[in-house]
């Protein structure tokens, strides 16, 4: 496909995972399968344009149980008209809802933790802040605002999660408002 006129890709994938596999209908696939697609030797017109995937699915079945903390505080992109070779897998960022070997939660009436967190940023900060920002942002509301609600069956009940977040980006990306 053509994407010359395209800033970016995006992709979003919800199902579920095991061990660096995702599973759909018909088959289980690698996960890297799905991004080899779209690499700059194998998608050209998106050779240095933002390749973004987001993977909604949990990467095993261990349990997060946290810890509990203390409270305390922590405290340009450039354009040339030269040309350059970059990596072949340059440009990707993959964020996925959860660390590998871990369970990924979800609500049952309003959807995945991750999910409602990056909807919530993208609506308050999708166009002021760069996607690395807005996706700590997204781990920081993940990993304080929620915990699994089974009190049914103790091994299950308050489990924490965290978003994990794979960045190959060789610039800033911020949304803007297309005109």
């Given amino acids: 496909m053509d994407h010359s006129d395209n800033d970016c890709l995006l992709i979003t994938i919800s ?4 061990l660096g596999y995702i599973y759909a209908k018909d088959v289980q696939y690698k996960l890297d399968s799905l991004w080899q697609h779209f690499t700059a030797n ?23 149980g946290g810890v509990l903390l203390s409270k305390h ?20 960022l993959i964020a996925y809802s959860t660390i590998p070997g871990f369970s990924s939660w979800r609500n049952t009436t309003k959807g995945s933790w991750f999910i409602q967190s990056f ?11 760069d996607i690395l920002k ?19 069956c103790q091994m299950m009940h308050q489990q924490k999660q965290i978003p994990c977040i794979t960045t190959m980006l060789t610039r800033l990306l911020v949304f803007t408002e297309k005109k």
């Fill in 42 to 64: 194998q998608c050209p017109t998106l050779a240095g344009k933002p390749n973004l995937f987001f993977i909604q699915a949990c990467q095993g079945d261990q349990l997060d």
């Fill in 119 to 129: 909807c919530h940023e993208l609506d308050r900060n999708g166009t002021k802040y």
């Fill in 15 to 18: 199902s579920h995972s095991e």
């Fill in 134 to 152: 807005l996706l700590t942002f997204v781990c920081q509301r993940v990993a304080l605002d929620f915990k699994s609600n089974t009190p049914d």
């Fill in 73 to 92: 505080t922590t405290e340009t992109d450039g354009e040339s008209s030269m040309s350059y070779k970059i990596p072949i897998h340059a440009d990707f």
